[in-house]
């Protein structure tokens, strides 16, 4: 959605509480804090599944972690690689499923030719540590195990992406880059159709995105509601799209205040229908 300013969390609609079916949320510095998912966060995680609300994350994490993910975390489904592909766990069949948006040719050659130069023409930067478990796409390092780079750096590495005509989107801690027409709404709209049997625009009123940096923009433009983590504040000059709500909370501390909002919400509208 595209609001002229966030509104405060405990403004999100008691109805769409009620009605919330999906909860797609983005992985790094929106369920986790310093790089740990804290024991809060995997908590509500599991309040959330336990009221019947169905998580998705939607990562630009690798392949490797969403294998993981998927068979052992509370959710229903993951959106990796920034929307490259969607694994889902059949918890009694004991069987995972892949989908990908991603053709038999990744053009591997092409991606490690354009990292060699982001490397080579923007100093302290470095390959992402996950990058041998990814499939589709790379990751440059800007945050992670790297000392933080200034916003200049971070353009500058943008600025190459740009150049050589690759799809990059900007986290809190990498910037991703890829060959191929599909972003992390594209993911989510897949695991609609394929996971949940229905159109995208059909969730449209069950389902609500959080997230927090600028690759998650493509969600809040798409979803008809989104919620942002407060580190967020940090990106908001620097994406058209905003979120609908914000939490006051960052991190994962604003992730378990907008699911603990949320899950008051729809006991309490419950109560009363």
Known sequence: MNASRPAAISSVPAGLCRDLRF????IDDTLTTDGMLPDSS?????????AGIKVVPVTGRPAGWCDHIARMWPVAGVVGENGAFV????RTARKMNRRSLTGPGRQADALQRVAERVLKEVP????????SFRISDMAIDYCEDVPPLPTEQVDAICRVLREEGVHFKVSSIHVNFWIGDFDK?????MFAEKNAGAQFSDLAESS???GDSPNDEPLFEGFAHSIAVGNIRTFLPRIKHLPEFITKAECAAGFCEAARTILRKRRTTRRES
Do not use: E, K, V
């Not at 709404?185 to 709209?189: N, T």
């Open 208 to 210: 609500i995105f959080i």
């Open 87 to 90: 694994y889902s766990y059949d």
């Open 124 to 131: 302290g930067t470095a390959l992402a540590a996950d990058q």
């Open 23 to 26: 909860l797609f949320a983005d």
């Open 42 to 50: 995997y908590r509500a995680l599991w309040d959330l599944d336990r």
């Open 185 to 189: 709404l594209s993911g989510a709209r």
